[in-house]
């Protein structure tokens, strides 16, 4: 793949420009301590969480299993883009390879495909636990079926935009390689291209929260049966931190990508996605500790408290 500059066209280079975020070095120095205790303190609560289910027999359910697969899916997620951050805080380059570049990109979107579909897997699973729980334990046949499609999913966008010629100043004002910054770099306009990309990339949202939303009406009509408001209170808090988690997931991928990118400046982009790829891994495991009482038990015994 020749990636081209404007002012010589038989010019070849190695890689992107990631501008990440523009400021004296005083303050990439801040941002770079900053992130580097936000990574720390996700790998940390998602792997306590990790190793509550692990070591606790009690949590070995299909409930706690999926949540635990979240846990390191999340420390994937994550670990896609910190690092590579991290790195671009403290260079004065702020230069990725280009195979860098692509692979960030197929691990991103595909660890962000297979979130999206274990969130609706979750929320399915919630669905069996209060309505048909003789049927509970078939949710486990789903979890290798997320990962498989998560990253089968972007698998040929990605091999057909990286044989793609790019020109000018490869410049990308985001702190990753981001399909819309990249579209733009392209020598020549790829119609072909845009339209499988920009037809593939919703789906794992659109179709996963589509399922959520069923799969939550479906254990709403079944709670308004319950006769008893303790049975009533007692199969909501089931669902709370499901459907925070999933708020907070949704709610900003929905703000970045529910509106023509376009309509977007640079850094709102950056502080979106920001929110969803590194805030929303390190408020997880806070929210599901904090709402079950299993797993702040299992979590105090772990860690000795």
């Not at 390879?97 to 197929?106: A, E, I, K, P, V």
């Not at 072909?192 to 990309?197: H, S």
Request: net charge positive.
């Amino acid at each position: 793949m020749k990636i081209s500059d404007t002012t010589n066209t038989s010019s070849t280079i190695t890689g992107f420009i990631l501008l990440g975020f523009p400021c004296p070095r005083e303050g990439q120095i801040l941002l770079f301590l900053l992130f580097s205790v936000v990574y720390l303190l996700t790998l940390m609560g998602n792997g306590s969480i990790i190793c509550a289910v692990y070591w606790d027999q009690r949590l070995h359910t299909p409930m706690y299993i999926l949540l635990a697969n979240f846990s390191f899916l999340e420390i994937c997620y994550v670990t896609s883009t910190v690092p590579n951050m991290l790195a671009n805080f403290l260079s004065d380059t702020k230069v990725i390879s280009f195979s860098g570049c692509f692979l960030q990109f197929y691990f991103f979107f595909s660890l962000g495909s297979t979130e999206c579909f274990f969130l609706a897997i979750m929320a399915f699973d919630r669905y069996l636990a209060i309505c048909q729980p003789l049927h509970y334990p078939t949710i486990m046949t789903l979890v290798v079926s997320c990962w498989i499609l998560g990253f089968f999913w972007f698998l040929i966008p990605i091999v057909i935009i990286s044989q793609m010629s790019f020109c000018g100043s490869r410049i990308i004002d985001h702190f990753l390689c981001d399909p819309g910054p990249l579209l733009a770099l392209m020598c020549k306009k790829a119609p072909v291209t845009e339209l499988v990309f920009s037809t593939l990339s919703p789906l794992p949202l659109v179709i996963p929260f589509l399922f959520i939303m069923g799969s939550y009406a479906l254990v709403l009509r079944a709670v308004l049966k319950i006769p008893s408001a303790a049975g009533k209170r007692k199969a909501f808090s089931t669902c709370g931190s499901h459907l925070a988690v999933v708020s907070l997931f949704y709610g900003s991928v929905l703000v970045m990508y529910g509106s023509p990118t376009s309509e977007h400046e640079a850094g709102t982009q950056k502080i979106v996605t920001l929110f969803y790829s590194v805030v929303t891994p390190l408020l997880n495991p806070v929210i599901y500790s904090l709402r079950n009482k299993d797993m702040k038990n299992a979590l105090q015994k772990l860690l000795g408290i």
